[in-house]
């Protein structure tokens, strides 16, 4: 297989470490095989101990699979913290020791701020924060990246490479990750939310469900390709569809009536607000259980 190299600051990677082995690990470990950024040799995971899930990995993409943790950390130039949040405590506190100054420390785990994992490692670490969302697993994500003052650019452009395998991404700052959460990392179940809606509409009004769907997810593909490369705000291509005393007018109206939008609006607000409460929280017990190791 071909390989991509990393020309980031002139340097290649040669390593990439996984802790956890759930879903959203391996949506990005497939998009950073099968666009060539590494080969399945050089990326690493482990899990707490679902071995059954490591062969599974291991037979998709070739990677390889390690519950020591110096043979996972040995010239790794990065490992990606995708454990389930309420493990993490136990996960850094075995694998600091391992740590090296070089190594970027990437974090997915929702509302676990780098402060706190620096804390839990007991020292300064480069760390960078990902907020992908489920859309990874087509290579569709909307990835905010957000990188502490010991990241490097070349770190950063490393962490962007990795995570433009799987979508579109931008970089935040720390404190907009939770609003980045209600928006977009929340923002796939919205979608299906609406969809449900329609296909509900679509069987009141006799359409059969297997063409009903084909029908919405083509009507969502298309408007999302209109936003993407018209230069016209969302508005302005909802009035040029919106003829005066016409079906598509009939049908806002009602939305209007019920406050939709308003609704929306509503909504994110509260998924951002519940993110950073939940971070909060989070890190308020991951403090109290953790034992810092000292440096």
């Given at each position: 297989?071909?390989?991509k ?5 002139g340097k ?7 802790i ?7 949506a ?10 590494l ?5 690493w995971?482990?899990?707490?101990q ?5 062969d ?9 699979a390690?519950y ?16 389930k ?5 136990s996960?850094i ?13 990437i974090?997915?785990?929702a ?6 994992i ?7 670490l ?10 990874a ?13 010991r990241?490097t650019?070349t ?12 979508g579109l991404?931008a ?12 928006l ?26 297997q ?21 016209k ?14 079906t598509t ?9 019920h ?7 509503a909504?994110?607000?509260q ?16 403090n ?8």
């Amino acid at each position: 297989m071909e390989i991509k190299e990393n020309s980031i600051g002139g340097k290649r990677m040669k390593k990439l470490v996984f802790i956890g082995a759930g879903a959203m690990a391996e949506a990005l470990m497939s998009g950073i095989i099968e666009n060539k950024l590494l080969g399945g040799g050089q990326v690493w995971v482990t899990n707490r101990q679902n071995q059954k899930r490591l062969d599974q990995l291991k037979a998709s993409y070739g990677v390889n699979a390690s519950y020591k943790y110096d043979e996972l950390f040995r010239d790794a130039d990065a490992v990606i913290l995708a454990m389930k949040p309420k493990d993490a405590a136990s996960a850094i506190a075995e694998f600091t020791p391992f740590l090296t100054d070089s190594l970027l420390v990437i974090s997915v785990l929702a509302g676990v701020s780098s402060e706190t994992i620096e804390k839990a490692a007991g020292r300064q670490l480069a760390v960078a924060r990902a907020m992908p969302n489920t859309s990874a697993a087509v290579n569709k994500s909307a990835t905010a990246i957000s990188t502490n003052e010991r990241v490097t650019e070349t770190q950063k452009g490393l962490a962007k490479e990795l995570f433009d395998t799987v979508g579109l991404t931008a970089f935040v700052k720390e404190q907009q990750l939770d609003a980045v959460t209600g928006l977009s990392g929340s923002g796939p179940a919205y979608i299906y939310y609406l969809v449900e809606a329609m296909e509900k509409s679509a069987a009141e009004i006799g359409i059969e469900q297997q063409l009903a769907k084909a029908l919405i997810v083509q009507t969502l593909l298309g408007a999302a390709e209109m936003l993407t490369k018209s230069d016209k705000d969302p508005k302005q291509l909802r009035m040029e569809v919106t003829s005066p005393g016409g079906t598509t007018e009939a049908g806002v109206s009602i939305l209007e009536k019920h406050g939709v939008q308003d609704a929306m609006v509503a909504c994110i607000m509260q998924a951002a607000a519940h993110s950073r409460k939940m971070g909060e929280m989070l890190s308020i017990e991951l403090n109290k259980e953790w034992q810092p190791i000292k440096s």
